[in-house]
């Protein structure tokens, strides 16, 4: 590979998402003895949103994440270039039934220049979010993630919750993902569950 198409590469990878991106602000509580999980306090922020219905994440994800990244590209009223932040999150209003479609609201944080007066989008699939401070308990995993592993995931953070008699919100739940597609190892997803008391 030629030194101009690794250069190349990586400023597509960290155009993406990688580490070093600023992240949203949160206070965590010391894990108890036991806890396979996190409690985190995120502080109230602006991200950029949009909503899309369908029955797998992954296409919804992907859609979503496509509208979002031209916004960032200059795709806004103001035609100004977004830094990437992570996580990307994925807020899941799971449907009525089994062959209900589900709604995937995909979201980036608005980096902390932009933050007072974010630029307002120019596609009107997509919405900037003021979202109140929240607590949600969060489960770290590795690898690249899929509809399987995120179920199993959501599963075991909340086998966890019930284990400790903790009281939490339903649904909406999130999905994070910090990694661009061209990480291979070291990979870092999370599954959030709300806190009963912040429900909204």
Known sequence: MTSCSSVMLKAV??????TGLQNPKFTAEEKKEGQDYEIRTYQAAKWVSTSVSGMQSEDAGKTGFRRLFNYIQG???NKVKVEMTAPVTFRVVPGAGPACQSQFI??????????????PP????VFLEDRKEFTAYVRTYGGFANENT???ELQKLLDS???DGVEYVDHPYYTA???????????????WILK???EQ
Do not use: C, M, W
Request: aromatic share 12%; glycine share 4%; no cysteine.
């Open 196 to 198: 009963k008391a912040f």
């Open 75 to 77: 795709n806004n009223q």
């Open 122 to 125: 120019s596609d009107p699939e």
């Open 13 to 18: 990878g960290q155009a993406l998402f990688s």
């Open 106 to 119: 995909t979201s980036f944080y608005i980096p902390d220049e932009h933050q007072a007066s974010p630029p």
């Open 150 to 152: 995120k179920r199993e």
């Open 177 to 191: 993902g910090y990694d661009s597609p061209f990480k291979l190892t070291n990979r870092r997803n999370e599954v």
């Open 161 to 163: 919750l019930k284990r």
